[in-house]
Every structure is written in C-alpha cells, then in structure tokens.
C-alpha cells in the first residue's frame, strides 16, 4: 500500500503544480517568454487563456494518465495512473492548500521496482486538514494538520532553514527574470474539443539555459547561498560578467544536455479556457562530472514524466462530500504495516 500511497502524493503533487489555472504564467514582467516564435495574434490568444484560467475558481479533470519512469546505475523504476478528479481553489489564493478539496479518482495504478510489481486502484479527498481515502471499497480517514506541517518543516530543513515560500511571494521575487532565451513556443495545427476549434500551442524549454539564467539572476543566487549557509550580504548589487555566464553554461550545458521540456496546451478558440494540457520531461542527468572514487555514477540518471489532462467544469459547483463514516488513516497504516508493505 505504501506505492499506492506514494501514487495519490504523486498524482496530487502533478495536479497542483499542472493543472490549477495560471500555471502557466511564465511572465515575471516585460515581454513575456511564451510568446518566444509567435506571431502577435497567436500570443494575444496564449495570453488570453491565461487570463482566463486566473478567473477558474473550480474545474473538473474528466481524464488524466501519469506516466513516471527512473533510471539510474542499472536499476529503474516505473509508474502508470490513470483517472479522473475534481478540483475547488481557495477563494483567497495566499490561503494556500488549506482551503483548497481536492477530489481524486484512480482507477487504475501500476508500480514497478527493483521489489516488485504493485498494482490497484483508490479515491481520496482532500479538504482543508481532513484527507479521506477509499481502498478497495473501505473508507479511512484522518486530519492530517501536523504531517502537513512535518513536510513543511522537512522542506524548510533541505533549504538552509528558508521554510516553505508562497508562491506569490516566489512570482515578486522573481519578476524582472528574463526567460526568454529559455524559452520558445509555436502553434500548431489546430484540433477539435468538446464542439469547438482549439488552438493549440506547444513551450519548449531549455533546461539547460533555464538554469544557467536562474543562478545568474540576483535574488536566486542570493537565496540558493543563503540555503547553504553562505555570506549574502552585498549580492543585490552583484553582476556576473560575460565569462562568469560563459563558464556557467558550459558545466550546466553537457550536464543537462539530454534533458527536454514541453508543454502542450489546448486553448478553446470559442470560450478561451485551457481544456487539454501534455506536459512531457524526458530527463538526461549526467552527474560524471562530479563523481569521484570507486563506485561514482558514471552513467546518466535517466527519466520520463509524462501528465496528459482534459480540462473542464470551469466554475462550476461539485458535489464532493466526505464520507460520514470512516476507520482512523492509523488503520491504514497498521494494516500495510502487518502485510509488510
């Protein structure tokens, strides 16, 4: 059970981060990256859905499939999730999570690693502190405030003590990046969706370029020292000159040379939203350079994220009711526990 588990903490991960409206604002003032290749009409109408999606207070996925798979040092690992969901967002986006359901359905779930094959299917609700989780039929429950907290407080640990940024104050602190030689993007041929024309786009991302650009940028480099314990005083003020970029891009360039980004979006030409979103990462890590001794990786950490999603319900009222009667999530727990899972 504990694959399952990590499958709905994927899976909710993928949908927050993928599909709630205005993911996709690469924007941090001046002209915006996205329309890097674009014809002027073509980025009014990016743009425009957008702006659209900043306005979705409620959306339903009628159809999602994960697709997740690792390589590295003669072992890989693999994970395939198909379902369905329903999302509500906070009405105060600071709120963050807490005020945020989140309806998911996996019907189907499939996890393979060097331990074994593992495969089933789940529902959990998420609404406020109180996750709910259906297996095989049984409905377990729980407030789950202090693990959220644990995690918030794990994540501040891995960076330097920071803690968890919100991501308005993430948006200020990266405004005036210039992503722009990261970035490109181009129509494609247009698809029918749900009675209508989409226009489709599709973002490519240099993965490589996007991290040259963040460790040249001021406030990043000024955070990323302060995390590992470094003087920062005085770095606001800091410029790299051309051979510092030069010297950054060739160690990051051969590293993160295989690596591909894409994010294809769906826009209705009728209506404006987003109906159908691909994201695809096929990863090529190649940390050679930084290993040394007997038993350094000298192959490259291989991988493929793959999240393909219909969009629909825009603002609409969903009917997501927790369960009256639920065991503890404890229970859960024990039980996987005793199986040796």
Not at 247 to 276: C, E, K, N
Request: proline share 5%.
């Amino acid at each position: 059970m504990k694959h399952l588990a990590r499958i709905a903490s994927i899976v909710l991960v993928m949908a927050l981060v993928m599909l709630t409206p205005g993911l996709a604002a690469f924007a941090q003032g001046g002209t915006d990256p996205q329309c890097t290749g674009l014809a002027e009409a073509d980025c009014q109408i990016l743009l425009g859905a957008n702006g659209t999606m900043d306005t979705v207070s409620a959306f339903s996925i009628p159809a999602w499939s994960l697709n997740v798979s690792f390589a590295a040092e003669g072992e890989s690992v693999s994970l395939t999730a198909s379902g369905s969901g329903e999302i509500v967002l906070p009405a105060d986006p600071a709120a963050g999570a807490e005020d945020m359901v989140l309806h998911m359905v996996i019907d189907e779930a499939s996890a393979v690693s060097p331990d074994g094959t593992e495969s089933g299917s789940l529902e959990f609700i998420l609404m406020g502190n109180m996750l709910y989780v259906n297996i095989d039929g049984e409905w377990y429950g729980g407030d789950i405030s202090d693990e959220m907290a644990e995690g918030q407080e794990a994540a501040g640990e891995e960076m330097g003590g920071a803690g968890v940024a919100n991501p308005a104050d993430i948006a200020l602190a990266l405004e005036g990046l210039d992503l722009s030689a990261a970035v490109s993007t181009t129509r494609d041929a247009d698809a029918e969706m749900m009675g209508q024309s989409m226009a489709v786009f599709t973002t490519n991302v240099d993965a490589a370029q996007v991290v040259v650009t963040l460790l040249t940028f001021p406030p990043v480099l000024q955070a990323l020292m302060g995390a590992m314990g470094g003087d920062t005083a005085g770095m606001e003020e800091m410029e790299l000159t051309p051979e510092d970029v030069q010297m950054l891009g060739m160690i990051f360039a051969p590293m993160l040379a295989g690596t591909q980004i894409s994010l294809t979006r769906w826009v209705g030409v009728d209506d404006g939203y987003i109906h159908h979103i691909e994201f695809v990462t096929d990863l090529s890590l190649d940390v050679s350079m930084f290993a040394s001794g007997e038993g350094a990786p000298t192959e490259p950490i291989t991988g493929n994220i793959s999240l393909t999603s219909d969009l629909a319900g825009f603002n609409e009222s969903f009917d997501i009711t927790p369960p009256a009667d639920y065991r503890p999530l404890e229970e859960l727990e024990g039980e996987a526990e005793a199986l040796g899972m």
